[in-house]
Each structure stands twice: as C-alpha cells, then as structure tokens.
C-alpha cells in the first residue's frame, strides 16, 4: 500500500519527474531544475550551498543543510570511520 497524504514542500529538487511528489502526495513550494541550482561543487558531490546562489532562493523559508554534519562520525564509540568511495 502507497502512503497517502504526504506533503513534499520546501525542497531543491535536482532532475527527476516535474511531480516529484508521485507517490499520492502534494507538491507544495519547492523549486526544481535540471541544473546545478548552485551547491558549492556540484560535480564533486559538495552539495552545500554557495551564499549567492540563486535556486536556493526561489523558497520560501528555505533553510539550508550544512551537508559536513549528516552521516557517520567519529565518537567514543566508533574510533574509526572508513569512507566509501
């Protein structure tokens, strides 16, 4: 069974359907292209954003993630993280 009734909002979408909320679910203030909507290097995979971008702009509201701190980190119980790449 498909979930029904979500909301997608607020979000840069890079490629992809014009709909990305496909899945029975509503689309509301995003804003999609399928160009580098201006993440500091987009080819390297760095999606933080530059301060002066513009797609990032056409939100409102839009509140950036800081793309350093998602993911695995070193802590008291993981001494080592290993990258996959």
Known sequence: ????RNI???NVVV???ANPAFLRGESVNN????SDPGFVDYKNENY???PNSM???KIDGFEP???DTIGLC???YKKNISENK
Not at 31 to 34: E, F, L, S, V
């Open 31 to 34: 804003y999609r292209t399928d």
């Open 1 to 4: 069974m498909r979930p029904r």
């Open 15 to 17: 490629g992809g359907p």
């Open 74 to 76: 070193s802590d008291q």
């Open 8 to 10: 997608l909002s607020g």
């Open 48 to 50: 933080n954003r530059k």
């Open 65 to 67: 993630l800081l793309f």
């Open 55 to 57: 797609g990032f702009n």
